[in-house]
C-alpha cells in the first residue's frame, strides 16, 4: 500500500499545481476582458453556450476551473512520473497538446472554424501564448511540490512539522 500512497500524494500535488496554473491563466484572462482585448474570445462564454447555457458564464468558469485544475493536475501528475523532461517542459508540451485538441475539436464545435481563425490569426495566437504560461506554470508548481516533498524525505505526514 506504500505505493498507493505516494500515488495519492503526488496527484495531490498534481490538483495544487492545476489549482496555481489555472488562478495565474485565470487572472490572465480576467484581465484581457477588463482590457477590452479581444472580446470575441470568450472562452468560459464559449464553454458555458456548448453546454447549452449561454446565459450562464459562470458555468464556462466551472468548467474552465474543472478542466485546469482536475484534467491537467491528473494529467501533470502522470506526466511528471512517466516523462524524462524537466517539469517546466512537461507542464509546456501538456499545454500544448491541449492547445492543440482545442484548435481542432473545441473551437469548430463552438461555431469558431478551425484554430479559431473565424476569430482572426490573434485568436489562436494569443490562446497559445496563454496555454504555454498555464503549461509552465502548471510544470514548475509540480516540479517544486515533488522536489520540496523529496527534500522532505518522501512526502509530509499530518501531525510532523515541516522542515523549511
Not at 41 to 48: E, I, R
Not at 93 to 109: D, I, K, S, T
Not at 124 to 147: D, E, K
Request: without cysteine; aromatic residues 4%.
Amino acid at each position: 500500500m506504500p505505493n498507493d500512497h505516494r500515488d495519492q500524494a503526488t496527484i495531490s500535488k498534481g490538483l495544487l499545481a492545476g489549482l496555481a496554473a489555472t488562478a495565474v491563466l485565470s487572472a490572465l484572462m480576467w484581465v484581457k476582458a477588463m482590457m477590452g482585448v479581444m472580446p470575441e474570445l470568450d472562452l468560459p462564454g464559449m464553454l458555458a453556450s456548448m453546454m447549452g447555457a449561454p446565459d450562464t458564464p459562470a458555468l464556462g468558469w466551472a468548467a474552465h476551473l474543472m478542466i485546469g485544475i482536475v484534467g491537467y493536475g491528473l494529467l501533470i501528475s502522470k506526466a511528471g512520473l512517466l516523462a524524462t523532461g524537466s517539469p517546466i517542459t512537461n507542464g509546456i508540451v501538456l499545454a500544448a497538446v491541449g492547445w492543440l485538441v482545442m484548435m481542432v475539436v473545441l473551437m469548430p464545435l463552438a461555431g469558431a472554424g478551425l484554430f479559431a481563425l473565424s476569430l482572426g490569426l490573434m485568436a489562436p495566437l494569443m490562446t497559445l501564448m496563454l496555454h504555454l504560461i498555464f503549461g509552465a506554470v502548471l510544470g514548475w508548481a509540480f516540479g517544486r511540490l515533488v522536489s520540496d516533498a523529496r527534500a522532505m524525505g518522501g512526502h509530509h505526514r499530518p501531525g510532523q512539522p515541516r522542515h523549511v
